[in-house]
């Protein structure tokens, strides 16, 4: 079961779309495993999946440099990337876990980064 929790509006890249606002979030994501741990590609998609159902955009491009383990408190950061180049970072923290089951907050960054020329 996947919940989603609205705590703080932050400013999206204006070229991912003008004037749309990115909010953080929280995801629950079930694990197979004794020690619950979320792969980094898994992770990139429920956080892309998270982001495009609070603003109500389209899904954006997310990586996740590593696994999310489930222990509460451990947390990764993550990067969206827009068309044009520019990326925002977004904070990844482990809130709780019930068993397999790994509940986290999402946490986009105030500011984004410009493109790389």
Known sequence: MTTTRLS????????????VLLVGCSASVSV???????????????????LA???GQPKPNVACPEDLVGK????T????TADDGSTLGV???VSS???DQINFDVKADDTASPAAN
């Open 8 to 19: 703080a509006a932050t400013p999206i890249l204006s070229a991912v779309a003008a004037g």
């Open 32 to 50: 197979e495993k004794s020690t619950p741990k979320l792969s980094a590609d898994k992770l990139a998609t429920v956080v892309a999946e998270k």
């Open 53 to 55: 159902a609070t603003t």
């Open 72 to 75: 509460v408190g451990n947390t």
């Open 77 to 80: 950061r993550c990067k969206l």
């Open 91 to 93: 904070s990844v923290t």
């Open 97 to 99: 876990v019930d068993g």
